[in-house]
Nanobody, 122 residues
Framework: QVQLVESGGGLVQAGGSLRLSCAASGSIFSSYVMGWYRQAPGKQRELVAT??????????NYVDSVKGRFTISRDNAKNTVYLQMNSLKPEDTAVYYC?????????????WGQGTQVTVSS
């Protein structure tokens, strides 16, 4: 079992920055693929970024709409994953969810936090 708690959401003007954090407890954090999803009103949940760690380093993926603006990172010693969001746009407004899954598993079978609201005003 993995428990996830997000923090760091809020209201920011377009062009501003926010840093989301996700603290994990339970199973071995470093072995899990960590990710951030978001869901805007009336839209499907979208995978924003993922990060996988092994003995050689981190493997990171982003959805095209956030490349160059968002940075995902993880601190395995602190069991925490971060999402640094810069140059925010109104279309980034959504509830952001932290997720964890095993390397061989699917997100549908993974673990989720309660979500944190990010609102970007124009």
């Amino acid at each position: 079992q993995v428990q996830l708690v997000e923090s760091g959401g809020g209201l920011v003007q377009a062009g501003g920055s926010l840093r989301l954090s996700c603290a994990a407890s339970g199973s071995i954090f470093s072995s899990y693929v960590m990710g951030w999803y978001r869901q805007a009103p009336g839209k499907q949940r979208e995978l924003v970024a993922t990060i996988t760690s092994d003995g050689r380093g981190n493997y990171i993926n982003y959805v095209d709409s956030v490349k160059g603006r968002f940075t995902i990172s993880r601190d395995n010693a602190k069991n925490t994953v971060y999402l640094q969001m810069n140059s925010l746009k109104p279309e980034d407004t959504a509830v952001y969810y932290c997720g964890a899954r095993t390397r061989g598993g699917s997100w549908a079978d993974g673990y989720w936090g309660q979500g944190t609201q990010v609102t970007v005003s124009s």
